[in-house]
């Protein structure tokens, strides 16, 4: 089944710079990548997500890029903010005969300093 | 748009006690929700899945008598936790999308707490 790894598990950047957070899968069949921000006590919400037949999306300042051949796919936030900080997990879907299930990563805690 | 609304939000009750959690898609018909249990400073975790009119699939090491999942229309499944004990104390939230390849909604979640 999927695998998904996540990697920092925790991220410390100054206000101003990047970010930039990356997850491994072992599906090579997997064909659609979540990003999900999560505050303290509060929902996953869904920031951008990428399927596969595009290498790159952007959304503002946040970036998603995926590479299929090595399977991993990256986040990327410019311009950090404080109100940037937050839990951020990926995801892929277990796909052969699971109805695409999402396999979370691990998350990755960013903080973001003023 | 796609919005999906947790009820309760904070359960707090003694051992023994059986506890309903409701999951809505209040914008669009979700075929599907998942249920997910997450722990402090950890990831989601999946329980179950669960489709409109069918039964739910549950994951390995979930047990399908203690959490009891409904999903009788296309709007609303429900999670109960039967005779909760301290170590069902958690986090659960809830997920809902349209069809397949779509996105995945979540709700607030229901912090379960088990005395």
Same mark, same amino acid.
């Given at each position: 089944?999927?695998?998904?790894?996540?990697?920092?598990?925790?991220?410390?950047?100054?206000?101003?710079?990047?970010?930039?957070?990356? *997850?491994?899968?072992?599906?090579?069949?997997? $064909?659609?990548?979540?990003?999900?921000?999560?505050?303290?006590?509060?929902?996953?919400?869904?920031?951008?997500?990428?399927?596969? $037949?595009?290498?790159?999306?952007?959304?503002?300042? #946040?970036?998603?890029?995926?590479?299929?051949? =090595?399977?991993?796919?990256?986040?990327?936030?410019?311009?950090? %903010?404080?109100?940037?900080?937050?839990?951020?997990? *990926?995801?892929?879907?277990?796909?052969?005969?699971?109805?695409?299930?999402?396999?979370?990563?691990?998350?990755?805690?960013?903080?973001?300093?003023? | 748009?796609?919005?999906?609304? %947790?009820?309760?939000?904070?359960? #707090?009750?003694?051992?023994?006690?059986?506890?309903?959690?409701? *999951?809505?898609?209040?914008?669009?018909? =979700?075929?599907?929700?998942?249920?997910?249990?997450?722990?402090?400073? %950890?990831?989601?975790?999946?329980?179950?899945?669960? $489709?409109?009119?069918?039964? =739910?699939?549950?994951?390995?090491?979930?047990?399908?008598?203690?959490?009891?999942?409904?999903?009788?229309?296309?709007?609303?499944?429900?999670?109960?936790?039967?005779?909760?004990?301290?170590?069902?104390?958690?986090?659960?939230?809830?997920?809902? /999308?349209?069809?397949?390849?779509?996105?995945?909604?979540?709700?607030?979640?229901? /912090?379960?707490? #088990?005395?």
């Amino acid at each position: 089944g999927e695998n998904v790894e996540q990697h920092p598990s925790t991220l410390s950047v100054q206000e101003g710079d990047s970010a930039v957070i990356k *997850c491994t899968y072992s599906d090579s069949a997997s $064909n659609y990548f979540p990003w999900y921000k999560q505050e303290l006590g509060k929902r996953p919400q869904l920031i951008i997500d990428i399927r596969s $037949n595009v290498g790159e999306k952007k959304d503002q300042r #946040i970036a998603v890029t995926l590479n299929k051949t =090595a399977k991993h796919f990256s986040l990327h936030i410019t311009e950090t %903010q404080p109100e940037d900080s937050a839990v951020y997990f *990926c995801a892929a879907p277990r796909l052969y005969n699971q109805g695409g299930k999402l396999i979370f990563g691990q998350g990755t805690e960013l903080s973001v300093k003023p | 748009g796609a919005v999906v609304s %947790q009820h309760p939000s904070w359960v #707090i009750c003694k051992s023994g006690t059986s506890v309903k959690i409701e *999951c809505r898609s209040l914008d669009f018909q =979700a075929t599907t929700m998942f249920w997910y249990r997450q722990f402090p400073k %950890q990831s989601l975790m999946l329980m179950a899945t669960s $489709n409109e009119g069918s039964k =739910a699939t549950y994951e390995q090491g979930v047990e399908k008598d203690k959490f009891l999942i409904n999903h009788a229309s296309l709007t609303l499944s429900t999670l109960t936790v039967t005779s909760a004990h301290p170590e069902d104390s958690s986090f659960y939230i809830c997920s809902a /999308r349209e069809s397949r390849g779509q996105p995945q909604h979540f709700g607030d979640g229901t /912090r379960l707490s #088990i005395l």
